[in-house]
């Protein structure tokens, strides 16, 4: 099976944040991974773009009931109803996860995917001093980094 | 985005269960479904042999944290942790769903898509005293039947 | 600990089925548990109005966000924001399971409870051709049936 | 209703922590709080002894299966089969949240708090370089913050 990374940031993000997240979109899909985000807006949607620009697959995991509410970039849209409890959902799912930027709901992941033993690593995260954690240089070291740890 | 369809089945089935639920994944991925199901044995693998085989894509969304619990065929396998509270996220993220044979777990998704609307029908399923909803004649006509019925 | 016990059935119920649940209630605090429900109207409410006419603790587990949606005989009401999702909950929680009446959401309760082995029972339950259970002949018997079951 | 505050801390948890947070279940009982917290030991253990030696009333909320796992003050354990996932459940079901130390699963609750909206506050937590939030200077006072905040 391909390897599954997650990837997680805020619903809103910066221009250079977007930029990040979709060139790590693009070198996950390269390199055969399956992408997992919260399938909304912000870094969930630019990473979704980068994948699906790359021709790999991403499948958003959303809080509400109506798969519509996915970004157009999503490939599998699966609508949990569950709310934020979601959040939860995606980091056990993921064979690493990575964040970009985020606010509260990424720490959320961060502190989840920390607890329940899944890596996770910052791709200029605004964790510095909440976790301590791996943070990668680029979206290419990133990607390197969550494929190799996904694959142990 | 293409239509999602879940097969939900028993963990153990008979051969003519399995040969149904096969033939019904084949036939939900040359119509352009993805399929999801509940990544286990039984019909949950008969389903993903069908889908493999024809080249589709087939999600499996699984009870325990071990992504490796998954049957062979499963292309992507979503650890849910969640135990059999994972019934709900299946028929949930559904456009509509399809059950064969089945016992408990599949009558609580039958159940579950019923009370929360999701369109369900039945395929030699196990639950004629029980439910009412449609009963499909073959597994041409039961994906037919779902491939319309989530495109509404 | 004092045992747990779920009492489920639909949102709507019959003025008797109604009666049944209240019963229940007060005769289940009688003898020491601790009621679970869904917290909602129809059997949910009227069991909550047994318990707190016996004095005893009910505890409603939510679909929505807002603990407000409970009715007024809840003692505590966990607002779970997991929709129908909840359902499973409430007899994973339960050390027996109650059902009077019931349409499809209690039928997916009695059928989670059959498949990862919660105690489960009918009084005046709508499900005779669909699972097998004990059926209770009386408020008074199931009351007992649930105790005991639940402390074994 | 009775407000409901949830208490979290980390499952080992300093003797200073352990004083702090059975001096905040005491002070909660006292002022009429139900209290949740998620069943197991330190902080979820001191702070469930400060409850029931008040008099009170504490509810656990358990990752496993098997309610037996709670701590022996706990008055009503609720196993929820969904492993760390449950801490979304603690603070959805709070009308404020406390947290007392902690470690990775308990600044998932605090970041999941923020992100929802339930109020939290620290009371020697160790989230000071993580997130803001108010920071309150005794169990005294921050009891009486949780109430207030709850009732609102």
């Known amino acids: 099976m391909k390897p599954i990374i997650a990837v997680v940031g805020g619903s809103s993000c910066s221009a250079s944040e977007a930029q990040l997240a979709e060139e790590l979109g693009r070198r996950l899909s390269e390199a055969g ?11 969930m949607e630019a990473v979704a773009k980068g994948v699906r620009g790359a021709g790999g697959l991403v499948i958003g995991i959303l809080p509400g ?9 999503i490939d599998v849209a699966l609508a949990t ?5 979601r959040n939860a ?11 970009v930027g ?5 720490l959320s992941e961060v502190a989840l995917a920390l607890r329940i033993g899944t890596p996770v690593a910052g791709l200029q995260d605004r964790f ?7 943070r990668l240089e ?4 990133a990607a390197a980094w969550a494929i190799a740890q996904a694959s142990r």
Request: hydrophobic residues 50%.
């Open 33 to 43: 991974a399956v992408v997992i985000c919260g399938g909304l807006t912000g870094v």
């Open 128 to 134: 510095a001093g909440a976790v301590e954690m791996p």
């Open 65 to 73: 009931n109506d798969a519509r509410e996915a970004n157009a970039h």
């Open 102 to 106: 985020g606010g509260h709901g990424t």
């Open 138 to 141: 680029s979206p290419a070291a």
């Open 89 to 99: 959902l995606i980091v056990r799912a993921a064979g690493a996860v990575v964040a």
């Open 81 to 85: 109803g569950m709310g934020e409890t």
